[in-house]
C-alpha cells in the first residue's frame, strides 16, 4: 500500500520537515501548498498582472493557490493540517472542512491551547495529533501495521 499526503497549514516551523524526515522508507509521497510567503501571496499578480487595490491583489493569489490546493487534496488519501500557535490559519480551517466534505482521511496537529477553538475541526477529524512525530507514526501504523516502539 502507499499513501499520498497533503501536508496543509501553517508555514512558519519545520513541521512539515520533520515529517518527510519520519516517513522515510515508508511508501509516502508528499505534497504541500507553496509555503514561500512572499510567492504565495504575489503569485497572482507576477503571472496575471498588477492590482492597485490589496484585495483584489489578494484575490488573484489566493485564486492561484486554490488551484493547487484544490488538486492535491482531491488527490490525497490522508490530509494532515497543522495548526500554529502564532497566526490564525483560516485557510488551513477551510482546508481541514474542504478534505472533511470530500471524505479524506483527516489529521489535525496542534497543540494543547487550540483544542477548544477547534472542536469542530477536530470532530470531523479522524486523529488528533500534538506532534510531528505522532503523524509520522500513525503514517507507519496504517501502512504496516506496526505499533510505536
Known sequence: ????VYLSGEIHTDWRDQIIAGA????????APVTDHDASDDCGVAILGAEPDKFWHDRKGA??????????????????VR????????????DAGYAAALGKSLI????PDHAHALKEVDAAA??????????????????????PG
Open 24 to 31: 522515510d522508507g515508508l511508501d509516502v509521497a508528499f505534497t
Open 83 to 94: 495548526f500554529g500557535e502564532k497566526y490564525r490559519q483560516w485557510n488551513a480551517a477551510f
Open 108 to 111: 489535525v496537529l496542534h497543540g
Open 63 to 80: 485564486s492561484m493557490n486554490a488551484i493547487r490546493t484544490r488538486k492535491a487534496i482531491a488527490d490525497a488519501d490522508v490530509v494532515v
Open 126 to 147: 479522524l486523529a488528533v495529533a500534538q506532534e510531528p512525530r505522532q503523524v509520522v507514526e500513525i503514517l507507519r501504523y496504517v501502512l504496516t501495521g506496526a505499533l
Open 1 to 4: 500500500m502507499a499513501l499520498n
